[in-house]
């Protein structure tokens, strides 16, 4: 945890992530990147100079049939306050608008969700478990997709709500953070949503691990492009 936290003190430092005495809300979705970012948020608030505090978000999307029991007993040993908020984004998505392309509006219900319930604990700043080949993979859906140069931001500011999103886990490889979790053994909730491994981001996510075997690097070279590049957000403070 000393080595991984490194990293996320690095991203916290390097974009200003985190301020003085500020609490945090994790959003947890009980996969491996949130999981593991959980560990190495509370890790580094011990030693880190902003002594900064964190709590944990469980946004339940109405699936049914998930064990969270784990999950519990994780943010109690490491003392970290879960709140659960329980809410119909599923059925809605799936049963009642029977989406044909149920990942944008399920992620943009989620988002206000997790919005929603870290304003009422008191939290301005929630951090993302989005990882370095997520920026990856989002620069080549928007090429790929809408023909654009674009990658979400390692800090995010939504003035209609007036909150933060970060995101620590972005100098993490997706290996990096799946080793480290199964090394550890840290429990993780199976993805009850139909559309895992489905979807355009899995897709894009396929293309890409099969450019990397024909291009030995190419993952790397990628995201140094984007850390080089005049994107809005990563210019490092």
Not at 15 to 35: H, R, T
Not at 104 to 109: G, Y
């Amino acid at each position: 945890m000393q080595q991984i936290s490194g990293y996320l003190r690095r991203a916290v430092d390097d974009f200003n992530m985190i301020a003085p005495g500020e609490k945090v809300a994790v959003a947890l979705s009980g996969g491996k990147d949130s999981i593991l970012m959980l560990h190495g948020l509370k890790h580094l608030s011990r030693y880190h100079p902003s002594k900064f505090r964190v709590i944990a978000i469980f946004i339940d999307l109405g699936f049914g049939n998930i064990d969270i029991e784990a999950m519990k007993q994780e943010c109690k040993k490491l003392e970290v306050p879960l709140i659960i908020r329980k809410t119909d984004i599923a059925p809605l998505v799936f049963d009642i608008r029977k989406e044909s392309n149920p990942c944008a509006l399920c992620a943009k219900m989620r988002r206000g969700a997790i919005h929603d319930a870290a304003i009422e604990a008191g939290c301005r700043t929630i951090a993302l478990g989005h990882h370095r080949d997520d920026a990856i993979e989002t620069l080549a859906m928007n090429l790929i997709y809408e023909g654009r140069i674009g990658c979400f931001q390692p800090v995010t500011y939504l003035d209609r709500k007036d909150v933060r999103t970060i995101r620590p886990m972005i100098y993490l490889t997706e290996r990096q953070i799946a080793n480290t979790v199964e090394r550890l053994k840290f429990p993780i909730v199976k993805n009850p949503c139909p559309m895992d491994h489905t979807s355009m981001r899995q897709q894009t996510k396929d293309l890409l691990k099969e450019a990397e075997e024909r291009f030995p690097g190419l993952s790397e070279r990628l995201f140094g492009a984007i850390v080089r590049s005049d994107l809005p957000g990563w210019k490092k403070e």
